[in-house]
């Protein structure tokens, strides 16, 4: 996989049994790797940079003034793009794909969360590609290269610092479509987990619910006989599981943090699910929630899941009795697959309760008025799903039970 477990699964279910893995990020993990590797990695691609960031955070906690500070120090030319939207707009790539070619940018550095990472992603591809970026978004095109890009991490939750995938919203036309390509992976990573120290108490929960998602994804999947696969996925969820509560009420808990960091990575990065096809479809479905309500990923699907759980148990309830019994440390004695498999969705919602995840989405005071549009567009491309094929009628039902 060039993350094909990322990219191919993930947008188009490819059967990866037979697989290629692929992932030259390099990661800088931990305390002062920025002050020590950030200027040597920039400067030798090239000394004209993109700073891209979203709304503010990096400059009220001091990363940006410490990033700008080196790379000046480096001798290198900044260029910026401020405003990055949390579910970053097409109109916004737009804007960075005319900065780096009006400017020669030999390289982007995103400093900030997914949604910053993924339009450095958007923006790295558009500046090589000769016509409208979001023709790849769309399946029409695929990418033809891209600028290097670089990333400094400062919320745990997509794994997009090490991986090739990136996701974009059209606001005009209300789409928000994954892509990427084998040139999208950062050239380097750093990932301190003092820079999410700040992140807020709910974007915090959305990327805890995010990357335990992703496990989901991987987890539940049509693959015959991938007993480590499965062992590394559990390992990670537990991991989550055990930590999220710390990493939620206690924001500067270095190891928390650190914990949290290493299971979004992991979690998102090809490393544990290689040679499985992931179901995805939940993924699919929350995106076309945000693409109309503009909602935090990570809420949407904590939204959801658990009413896919509902849909799709009996394709296979021993595997939901695998996570109750070796995520969620159920006795399993004397109960059945199917009497494990609404435990486990039991213990998934009081994982999202103990954390304060949203359940409804009347949370977000979402109605029932746009459920046909969402489950249509939801299968614009075909069934969604692996673990289960889902038609509109699936999404519909699922989408009107997480009212
Ligand atoms: O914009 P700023 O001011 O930086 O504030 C952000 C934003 O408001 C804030 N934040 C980030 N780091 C912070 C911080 N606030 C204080 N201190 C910090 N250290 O958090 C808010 C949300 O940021 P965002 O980047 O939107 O969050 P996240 O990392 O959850 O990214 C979500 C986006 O990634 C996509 C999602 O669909 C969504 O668009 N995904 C990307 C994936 C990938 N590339 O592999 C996979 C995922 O499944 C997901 O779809
Ligand atoms: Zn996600």
């Known amino acids: 996989m060039f993350s094909e477990a990322v990219v191919l699964t993930c947008e188009r279910g490819i059967q990866v049994d037979a697989f290629r893995f692929y992932n030259p990020t390099t990661l800088y993990y931990g305390k002062g790797q920025i002050e020590k590797h950030l200027a040597e990695e920039v400067t030798k691609i090239g000394k004209r940079v993109l700073l891209l960031y979203g709304g503010g955070s990096i400059k009220r906690n001091g990363l940006y003034d410490k990033v700008v500070g080196i790379l000046q120090n480096a001798g290198v030319s900044l260029f910026e793009l401020s405003g990055v939207e949390p579910n970053p707009r097409l109109s916004t790539v737009h804007k960075g794909i005319a900065i780096c070619r009006e400017n020669h940018i030999d390289l982007i550095l995103a400093v900030g969360g997914g949604s910053v990472l993924d339009c450095g992603k958007a923006i790295a591809m558009g500046v090589k590609y000769d016509g409208d970026v979001w023709d790849i978004y769309q399946r029409k095109g695929k990418a033809t290269g891209a600028l290097p890009l670089g990333t400094i991490l400062t919320l745990a939750a997509t794994g997009s610092e090490m991986n090739s995938g990136g996701v974009i919203t059209n606001w005009e036309t209300k789409e928000k479509l994954g892509g990427g390509s084998p040139y999208t992976f950062p050239v380097f990573s750093f990932c ?212």
């Open 192 to 403: 301190d987990p003092e820079n999410t120290y700040t992140v807020p108490r709910d974007q915090t929960v959305y990327g805890i619910c995010d990357m335990l998602a992703h496990c989901f994804e991987h987890y539940f999947h049509p693959t015959r006989h991938t007993p480590l696969q499965q062992h590394l996925i559990e390992a990670v969820m537990r991991t989550i599981v055990e930590n999220a509560k710390t990493a939620v009420e206690n924001p500067n808990d270095y190891d928390a943090r650190e914990t949290m960091m290493y299971c979004s990575t992991m979690a998102l990065n090809g490393m544990i699910s290689m040679g499985i096809t992931g179901d995805w479809a939940c993924h699919a479905i929350e995106h076309e929630i945000s693409a109309i309500y503009d909602i935090p990923h990570g809420g949407g699907l904590a939204i959801v899941f658990p009413h896919w759980m509902e849909h799709v148990k009996n394709v296979n309830p021993s595997r939901f009795a695998s996570l109750a019994k070796n995520v969620f440390g159920v006795d399993a004695n004397g109960k059945t697959d199917a009497e494990l498999a609404d435990i486990a969705i039991a213990k998934v919602r009081e994982f999202y309760q103990s954390i304060g995840a949203p359940q409804h989405l009347a949370d977000y005071q979402i109605g029932d008025d746009q459920l046909e549009r969402m489950a249509s567009q939801a299968v614009r491309f075909g069934e969604i799903g692996h673990f289960k094929k889902l038609g509109k009628d699936d999404v519909h039902k699922i989408l009107q039970a997480a009212l």
